[in-house]
């Protein structure tokens, strides 16, 4: 049974990809270059840092400069602008109406997961966060899962951790935590449910909820 919900932020609470590519083309077209949305929200899918990476060494681009000009672009826009995908501020509310608990554990900054949050009136609803500035490991490795465990003595078989990536997943197993997998790309480790809207998940919850 499910009592805490534990969200990705980027690409699962909030569609934030077409925003990180749009700016990242903008960089690269200033610098010359064109490079189709699809391939980088292809790359940006396994991680910014990824994506950063591959241009720079397909492009003969110094990844430093990139990631600077790519920051200062990407800050420009809007929090308002990357709004949740649909579904999930009715769900982090159901769970809350549930007497349940919501978390983040995000590799974004405090600051860019606070003015998500807040844009979107949404803050209430998440009892706590794990980001960027907290700095421990970055998922795949599980200990900022066990940090939020330890912090909140969370029952790890009563925790749904929700994301879009593998690495989600991955993190989340390790540190024995129930998952789901939001999105329709390729998976090679099993999940405990698999979904491609909210929807799906708000018929799946009150099914496993612990009342």
């Not at 949305?37 to 910014?48: A, D, F, M, P």
């Not at 925790?159 to 879009?164: C, K, P, R, S």
Request: include cysteine; aromatic fraction near 10%.
């Amino acid at each position: 049974m499910i009592r805490s919900l534990v969200w990705d932020a980027g690409g699962t609470l909030f569609d934030t990809y077409p925003a990180v590519a749009r700016s990242f083309q903008r960089v690269l077209q200033a610098w010359g270059h064109s490079v189709s949305q699809e391939r980088i929200l292809q790359l940006c899918r396994r991680s910014t840092d990824h994506c950063m990476t591959v241009l720079s060494q397909d492009l003969g681009l110094e990844k430093a400069r990139l990631h600077e000009d790519f920051k200062a672009c990407y800050a420009a826009v809007s929090s308002e602008a990357q709004e949740p995908f649909p579904g999930v501020v009715d769900l982090c509310a159901w769970v809350c109406d549930h007497d349940g608990q919501n978390f983040v554990i995000t590799h974004r900054r405090r600051d860019s997961l606070l003015d998500l949050l807040r844009a979107h009136g949404m803050s209430n609803y998440f009892t706590d966060w794990i980001t960027a500035d907290d700095e421990h490991p970055r998922k795949p490795d599980p200990a900022t899962f066990e940090v939020l465990i330890q912090r909140h003595h969370l029952d790890r078989q009563a925790t749904l951790a929700i994301g879009d990536r593998e690495i989600d997943m991955l993190a989340a197993q390790a540190a024995a935590l129930r998952t789901c997998f939001f999105g329709d790309d390729p998976l090679s480790v099993p999940v405990d449910f698999a979904i491609t809207d909210f929807a799906q998940l708000q018929e799946i919850l009150p099914r496993v909820w612990d009342a």
